[in-house]
Each structure stands twice: as structure tokens, then as C-alpha cells.
Nanobody, 125 residues
Framework: QWQPVEGGGGGGQPGGSLTLSCAAF????????IGWFRQAPGKEREGVSS????????EYTDSVKGRFTISRDNTKNKVYLRMNGLNPEDKAIYYC??????????????????WGQGTQVTVSS
């Protein structure tokens, strides 16, 4: 069964940093767009960031622009989300997902067929 696996969640301090990882083996990894989504308690799931198969294209939701950076290492079948300047609004379960799209970035969840189990991120002082 194809399922990406998230790692790197945990607790961060306001203004601090965390790096999430997504391992996605068996997908033809270098060809697929990968996305990060998050869901906070009582809120709808939100598309945070996405990166195209080659890594050439990426996009971010407005609230994380300038703070989060998505990257990928296709030799390791991994995608990373570097989160700087954490604030309490970043607290959520973060999910990695694999899209059938290859050549562009997208944060529309309907474009994603395979989802990880999620990793919790908390932000507190």
C-alpha cells in the first residue's frame, strides 16, 4: 500500500523552528507533486505548501510565506518542510500527501490521492 510517512513533528517555541519530513517510497517519487496540509482543532484542513515533481515549482499559503520552506531530495525520496518563526497558529496535525500531478504545485486537496497519518506540531512557550 502506498502511503507517505511523516516525521519531525513535536514541540516548538514561538519564534522557533521545526523541520518536517515526508518519505514517499514506491510512487515514482521524482515525478509526483507532494503537498503539506495541516488541520488545527476545530478548523478545516488547509493546504500549507506544495512542490512539483522536479522541485522547480512551489507554492505556499499566505500565512506561512516567508517563514516556511518546502524542498525535496529525490535521491532520498523525501520532501521537507522547514518551519521558521513558529507561532501558536501553526499548531496542528501536519499531513504529507502525494498527488497524481507531476509538473506543477497545487494545494488543492482533491488533487491528492495518497495521504500520510499525520504528525503533530505544537507551539508553546
Amino acid at each position: 500500500q502506498w502511503q507517505p510517512v511523516e516525521g519531525g513533528g513535536g514541540g516548538g517555541q514561538p519564534g522557533g523552528s521545526l523541520t518536517l519530513s515526508c518519505a514517499a517510497f514506491g510512487f515514482g517519487f521524482g515525478s509526483n507533486t507532494i503537498g503539506w496540509f495541516r488541520q488545527a482543532p476545530g478548523k478545516e484542513r488547509e493546504g500549507v505548501s506544495s512542490i512539483s515533481g522536479s522541485g522547480k515549482y512551489s507554492e505556499y499559503t499566505d500565512s506561512v510565506k516567508g517563514r516556511f520552506t518546502i524542498s525535496r531530495d529525490n535521491t532520498k525520496n523525501k520532501v521537507y518542510l522547514r518551519m521558521n518563526g513558529l507561532n501558536p497558529e501553526d499548531k496542528a496535525i501536519y499531513y504529507c500527501a502525494v498527488s497524481s500531478i507531476r509538473y506543477s504545485a497545487t494545494r488543492l486537496s482533491d488533487n491528492y490521492a495518497y495521504w500520510g497519518q499525520g504528525t503533530q506540531v505544537t507551539v508553546s512557550s
